[in-house]
């Protein structure tokens, strides 16, 4: 019964999740009118918040953003069979706000409306409109509409609130500057016309959404064709340097034309005249002979009773097996709906080639889904870890597929990107990116006591900041909140550049915002859970940000949630460990002996206070995930913390003092 109401939730879910979509052969056509995460993929500070876009984050202090949102799919422009290139017509609601009213000259940089062939690439902030990288100015290459709002003298600008044409550079081909101004902060309609065969580009702008101008405030005579040639990917971009400018886009409709639909091949009928039908011969009855006709008699009276018990017999054989081939056509085509956009089908032989057989000297981790497999693709140079799923049974097969087509629709920085899926020979395979650091956990203890070298202040505190980022993510600008429930080290990976990425979804539930999902269960791993999710098992986001502020204090301690003193064997758990400190003034006692003092103590305290915030028994003295990624920015200043640990009685129940003090040792995952 659970299962069902999961499974109608989720159909819920992704029948309101997708943007009114419309396709006529080579032709495009879709509509959100309020956004949801399916469909797009959000690179560096964009994020989705109550169904509108921002592409920068709300700075509060002078500082650098850029972000980016693309539609998943690629659209083709470009048709080889009539030799056309696709004319296209955007609209959408955009607005520019100032987060600090008080400062007039805040402002810049500004947005963009593009086109490119890259959907993976994010732009620098400021004066690069997060189009293009300062390092690499030349890797994207793209066509845009820029509404800018900074004059930089460094792209020829005519004025601080100006609209341009670009083609892969931001020094416009034509510029504008219109009556409307762009940083209002009120909504504020663009219309994007390119008609192909005529080639003419056109910009419209208003205040009001529904009625489009009759006169155009950039028009450019240009052909694209040379700019628009295969599938190209489609998006906003937006920046920020040294102000707090926030950029908003707040619905979006786009459409391609001129492709000619392809003619449907005429079906020949079969011939049917009287040469092609083999006649059938009819035996002659013997003259006299009634045994033939006694016989025959039998026959037919055989045939008569026989014939319906065959008929019925083969009809049921018949339904059996038409019957399961559609369902598994069925299975197959739901799990493509829930899974695919803007994934890769892999082939199960690809995938057991790049894992040389699923090898145990691929094993790179091992957890309650299943292991996880180096995958080394010979034919791209790639990498990748591929998870072999253990859930064989239909119930837990079929539930977690139901959290999958959640997983796949989530885009973060912060977050292990799934890239890919197979479901052949009973297996379900996942692809997912590949993080060359491992685990945190591996990072500050195993390798630690093999001689490694620890994780420095600055890399701390990046990953500090960043599992803030994507809980915060998670928990406030999803559409359906998504409660993680299992945050722990080993489930914290780290990429080339030592950067967070929080991974394992398997435990994750979906809710709406304000409402708590429950579980009759109690998931997750001893030592980062919540006293009240150990009692209730009930999981909110407010038991994440517990299980978040022991991960910090592991961080900035060096030490596991439950140990043991090496000199007496005695059980210490660390929350208690670093609130004992703290009552005594002098917490800073509890840093990392690893890192020699090379810190910043004021921020090292705020860190350890914000863990030991997060990790208060009462949870609604907790903060929002959101307040402790604004505490760690220094945009907001954090809440005292109390000096002794207040304590709340709970019964626990069936769950030993075993079960508490145990830790997880070898869940690693991706």
Known sequence: MASSRKLLALFFLLSISKPISVSSDNNVNFTFKSFTIRNLTFLGDSHLRNGVVGLTRELGVPDTSSGTVIYNTPIRFYDPASNTTASFSTHFSFSVQNANPDSSSSFGDGLSFFLSHDNDTLGSPGEFLGLVNSSQPMKNRFVAIEFDTKLDPNFNDPSGNHVGLDVDSLNSIATSDPSIDLKSGRSITSWIDYKNDARLLNVFLSYEATKKPEKPVLSVSIDL?????GEMYVGFSGSTEGSTEVHLIENWSFKTSGFVPARSRSNRPHNVSGSSVSPVAIPREKKGGTGGRRERHGLAIGLGISFPVFFCLALLVFGYFTLKKLKGVKAEKELKTELITG??????????????????????????FGNVYRAMFVSSGTI?????????????RTEFLAELSIIACLRHKNLVQLQGWCNEKGELLLVYEFMPNGSLDKILYQESETGGVALDWSHRLNIAIGLASALSYLHHECEQQVVHRDIKASNIMLDINFNARLGDFGLARLTEHD????????????????????????ATEKTDAFSYGVVILEIACGRRPIDKEPENQKTVNLVDWVWRL????????????????????????KLLLVGLKCAHPDSNERPSMRRVLQILNNEVEPSPVPKMKPTLSFSIGLISLDDIVSRDDGDSIV
């Open 225 to 229: 064709s040379p700019f628009l040639n």
């Open 343 to 368: 994934l890769r089908g892999f082939s199960y032989r690809e995938l057991y080639a790049a894992t040389k057989g699923f090898h145990s000297s691929r094993v790179i981790g091992r957890g309650a």
């Open 384 to 396: 990748s870890a591929v998870k072999r799923s253990r859930h064989n049974s239909t119930e837990g």
């Open 515 to 538: 409402k708590s999902p429950i579980s009759t269960l109690t998931a997750g791993t001893m030592g980062y859970l919540a006293p009240e999710y150990l009692q209730y098992g009930t």
């Open 582 to 605: 703290h009552s005594e003034g002098r917490v800073l006692d509890a840093v990392d002996g690893r890192l020699k003092g090379e810190f910043d103590e004021g921020m090292m305290k």
